[in-house]
């Protein structure tokens, strides 16, 4: 079962544009975290987001929290060609071990 | 600096036919998890490890089985590979609770 569920599932930007990526899940969580994967790749964490968080920044990267609507966003800002890549968001459902539960992920391509 | 390495990285089996793949971390972290990656589908969890010598099962156990004898080390075996087990397979570990995975490149296997 998918938890979380990206939006768009795909996304086509100009270098220097902004991309942002939304994720919808259905349970309590105590964190949720999104990931990086480029073609033929593993997963590259990026940041981790805690329930009682609201927002975190990471150098270009911003990503906010709203535990009342379940959803989360991810921004990139002034996006590069090798920004291109799958991203994942995935929450850790509350109840321990870190189980992750990963959505299908949002395709971006960034075209210098 | 390694992280998380797997092992092999691609393999072709028969339907039938058994094999092991291996997981290696040099974190010392506790908890090790093997997911499946199919088109579409995004990321689901086979089983899981909280430390040496636990597992306990995911989401898609069925088919699979592992173990966890040494910290460092999480396994994972198909006892009779079937055509449904073709898949891109990863392991990933983390410290514990509310930590972003480390994954390994994953394994492509297919059964033919």
């Known amino acids: 079962s998918q938890q979380g569920e990206e939006d768009p599932q795909a996304l086509s930007i100009q270098e220097g544009e902004n991309a942002t990526m939304n994720c919808s899940y259905k349970?309590?969580?105590?964190?949720l975290q999104w990931y990086r994967q480029n073609s033929g790749r593993g997963l590259v964490h990026l940041i981790l987001?805690?329930?009682?968080?609201r927002e975190k920044h990471s150098g270009r990267l911003r990503v906010t929290l709203d535990t009342s609507k379940k959803s989360s966003s991810l921004l990139i800002t002034a996006s590069r060609a090798a920004d291109t890549a799958s991203y994942f968001c995935a929450t850790g459902p509350s109840g321990g071990y870190n189980k992750l539960i990963f959505g299908a992920g949002t395709r971006l391509a960034v075209h210098p | 600096n390694a992280g998380v390495t797997q092992t092999p990285k691609f393999r072709v089996l028969k339907t039938g036919q058994s094999m092991t793949l291996l997981c290696a971390q040099d974190m010392n972290h506790e908890y090790m998890y093997w997911y499946r990656q199919d088109p579409g589908m995004g990321l689901r969890l086979i089983h899981y490890?909280?430390?040496?010598?636990?597992?306990a099962k995911g989401e898609v156990p069925d088919g699979y089985n592992v173990s966890r004898l040494k910290k460092q080390n999480f396994l994972l075996g198909l006892e009779s590979a079937a055509p449904s087990q073709t898949s891109v397979y990863f392991c990933a570990s983390s410290r514990t609770d509310n930590y972003g995975y480390t994954f390994g490149s994953g394994t492509r296997l297919t059964v033919v």
């Open positions: 349970t309590s969580i105590n964190n």
């Open positions: 987001i805690r329930s009682n968080e």
């Open positions: 490890s909280v430390g040496e010598g636990t597992t």
